[in-house]
């Protein structure tokens, strides 16, 4: 059966209102609402207080468009037939990006940073361990656990055979694994979240970070007890932002 989604915002949070044919599903908070809203932010209110919220909202800001920029890179690369050569594959790859209204939206310092972004990946063989995709950019749901919702970057066969969610990230600068806690949430998510609606059984999780410092991106890997763990770790935050902002029933 058909389904449509609507995304809204209620109470400042994102939610995607699912429907089919027989009328609404539900209506879901996205992961990252749900992780946002559970946070600590201890952390980032101290530094929005050093830099001052105005500059802080650029940098935020900055971050979003080049990190759409590099998704966006990733997606088309990606789509292209694996039979290409990666020369061909890429040079396709650029030609495309010109003429992408999704790019063309920013601005040329989010084209150029996110450009290059995107091309650490190339220049270190990152997508070689891609052997095929699943799906790309793929709106999920599920009403499990009172439900959620989210667009997963990329569900792929990798070289050894394993189904795998990848998910790409950009940063300022390399990461410590123990700031990368709410992406380990996130992937969790998506995980069951992928198993619910494409009945793909991922057994592994890639997280993928990008940034402007070194050429090499950081690759972190997550295997199924990981996985298992993190899904178990959001379910609390879940819980955790159904208490302060109860399930809409609509």
Known sequence: MSESIKRVV??????????DLTGI?????????VL?????????????????????D??????????TVMHRLCEI??????????KDRLEDTLSLARIDDEIDQFDNRAKIVGGMLFYNFIKSNSFDEIKRVIAQE????????GGFAGTVDNVSELITGDHAIVDFKTARKPKEEKWIEDYKNQVAAYSVAVWDRLQVKTVTCRIWISNEVNLAPQHFRMDSSEMREYYFKFRERLAEFYKKNPPIVR
């Open 25 to 33: 599903i539900g209506t879901f908070p996205s992961v990252t609402s």
């Open 36 to 56: 946002g809203d559970t946070s600590d932010k201890s952390g980032l209110d101290a530094w929005r207080n050093r830099v001052g919220h105005q500059k802080a």
């Open 77 to 86: 690369y990606l789509n292209l037939p694996q039979s290409m050569s990666a």
């Open 138 to 145: 793929r709106f999920l749901w599920t009403a499990r656990d």
């Open 10 to 19: 209620l109470n400042g949070f994102r939610y995607y209102q699912v429907s």
């Open 58 to 67: 650029q940098i935020g800001q900055d971050a979003a468009n080049r990190g």
